[in-house]
C-alpha cells in the first residue's frame, strides 16, 4: 500500500511538473503573462532539481530568466543565468553554455542601457536619438541612408556606450548588415579603416559572450562573404576586443597588435573600450 502510494505519487509529481511546463511555456508577452510564467517556473524550482532524470533544471532557470528580463529585473534575470551557467559548465554541455554566455552579456547590455536612460541627461539624450536613427533604418530612401549614416558616424564617437549603442543598434536591422557587408566587401582595399568598422559590427554579433575566434564557415552561414572574426587585446588599455574581422586564415596564423600597419597584412582597429586605434599585424599574408 505505501509502495503504491510513493508510486501514484510520484506519478503524479511528474504530471504537475510537465503541465506546469507546458504551460508557461505557453504564456505570453504581457507583463502579467510574464509574472504568472515566473510563479511557475518557480514552483517547477521547487519540484525538480539537478538531479531529475526526466528534466533538464537548466531549461528552467533559462525560461525564468528571460521571463524576469521582460519585465526589466535584470539583476533577477542574471542571477538565474548564473545558475544556468554554472550547472551547464559542471555538466560540460558546451552548446548550452556557449548560449547562456551570450544571453547573459545581452542582458548586462539592456541592464547598461536601462540604467543610461534612468539617468537622464546628455547621454539618455543621445541613446533616444540614436533609436530614432535606428527606426528610421527600417523606412524608405533617403530617410533610412541618412540613418545609416548617422549610425555608422557613431561607430566613432568619443563615449563607447555610443559606440556600443551604435553597433547594437546596425546589428540589429537587417538593411543596415546589408550594407554593412558591402561597405566591407568594397572598402576592404580602398579604406581599410572604414572596412574594419563595418565589419567589426557583423562580428560582435556573432562574438557576443565568447572571446573565441569565428571560422570562416560560420561567417559564411551568418553572412554568405568570405570573412573570419578573431579576438585580440588592445595595445593601449589591454581589453580583448572581439569580432575583429580578418582574411579567412586570420585565425591560424600567428598574429599580435602594434602600433602601425608594417607587415605582411594589417587590420585597423577601434577599441571598443580607450576608443584608440591599433592594428593587428601578421608576419605570413593571411589572404
Ligand atoms: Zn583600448
Redesign the pocket.
Known sequence: MGFLKRMLGKESLDDRVKRLWKTAKKLGWSDAEREKAIAMYTELLSLVDETSQSFNVCAVFRNRAISYRGLKNYDAALEDLARELEIAQRRGDRLRVMECQKIMEETREWKRKAEIEASGGEKAEKFRAMEQQAHRLWGTEPDADAAFQSLFADLQNNDPDVRAEASQLLADSRNALQRLISIYQECLNSDPRRASLAGRVLGRKIAKGSDDMIPLEIAKIWYGITVSFIPCT??????I?RGIPVPPKGPMIPYYHQEHDKGAYAVPVL??????D?FVVWDIDPR
Open positions: 588592445c595595445l593601449h588599455c589591454g581589453h576586443n577599441c571598443d573600450k580607450c576608443g584608440k591599433f
